[in-house]
Antibody, heavy 116, light 107 residues
Framework: EVQLVESGGGLVQPGGSLRLSCAAS????????MTWVRQAPGKGLEWVAN????????KYVDSVKGRFTTSRDNAEKTLYLQMNSLRAEDTAVYYC?????????WGQGTLVTVSS | DIQMTQSPSSLSASVGDRVTITCRAS??????LAWYQQEPGRVPKLLIF???TLQSGVPSRFSGSGSGTDFTLTISSLQPEDVATYYC??????????FGQGTKVEI
């Protein structure tokens, strides 16, 4: 059974940093692109970033470019999202999902709140 | 980037009604389109991929169609458990993914 468990969310002040993790199990992690999707409170889904199987390619939505970095540790089967210079508009539940295209498997999400 | 526009943003229908949600891409995306259902407080659930392929386990009352720029999600007979927000999503390995803004379905 595919399992994705996000962690690392919490309350952070504007301008601060957080690192999210997504621990994967139940599939061969190193064979799949991985994607981050977020959802602001009461709002829709927003594609944030993805990373190729070996980490050699990454893409980001324009609003996070230069502030967020995604990475992965295939030995530890873990996906990361380093978020710097956080803004109020980054407040959202952050989900990790398997693949680069459509997403059958999602984590439960971790809430990031950016507020003073 | 590709923009995805869903309509309507919300709708109210009766049990047994046929419901149609449309999604328009700002440029042609072939059939690289997925549909998701998200119940309140829940994780999104994949319904359809490649515009018309039903995900395993999804009831057959859900169907998708379209290609290029115009796509449709149809619920042939609305059930109480279908109350949710529905999202379309374009995908392309060379580009970033994009979700539509969502359509809230109520009874």
């Amino acid at each position: 059974e595919v399992q994705l468990v996000e962690s690392g969310g919490g309350l952070v002040q504007p301008g601060g940093s957080l690192r999210l993790s997504c621990a994967a199990s139940g599939f061969t992690f190193s064979n799949f692109w991985m994607t981050w999707v977020r959802q602001a409170p009461g709002k829709g889904l927003e594609w944030v970033a993805n990373i190729k199987e070996d980490g050699s390619e990454k893409k980001y939505v324009d609003s996070v470019k230069g502030r967020f970095t995604t990475s992965r540790d295939n030995a530890e089967k873990t996906l990361y999202l380093q978020m710097n210079s956080l803004r109020a508009e980054d407040t959202a539940v952050y989900y990790c999902a398997v693949g680069w295209g459509y997403f059958e498997h999602w984590g439960q999400g971790t809430l990031v709140t950016v507020s003073s | 980037d590709i923009q995805m526009t869903q309509s309507p943003s919300s709708l109210s229908a009766s049990v047994g009604d046929r419901v149609t949600i449309t999604c328009r891409a700002s440029q042609g995306i072939s059939n690289y389109l997925a549909w998701y259902q998200q119940e309140p407080g829940r994780v999104p659930k994949l319904l359809i991929f490649l515009a018309s392929t039903l995900q395993s386990g999804v009831p057959s009352r859900f169907s998708g169609s379209g290609s290029g720029t115009d796509f449709t999600l149809t619920i042939s007979s609305l059930q109480p458990e279908d109350v949710a927000t529905y999202y379309c999503q374009s995908y392309n390995i060379a580009l970033r993914g994009t979700f539509g803004q969502g359509t809230k379905v109520e009874i």
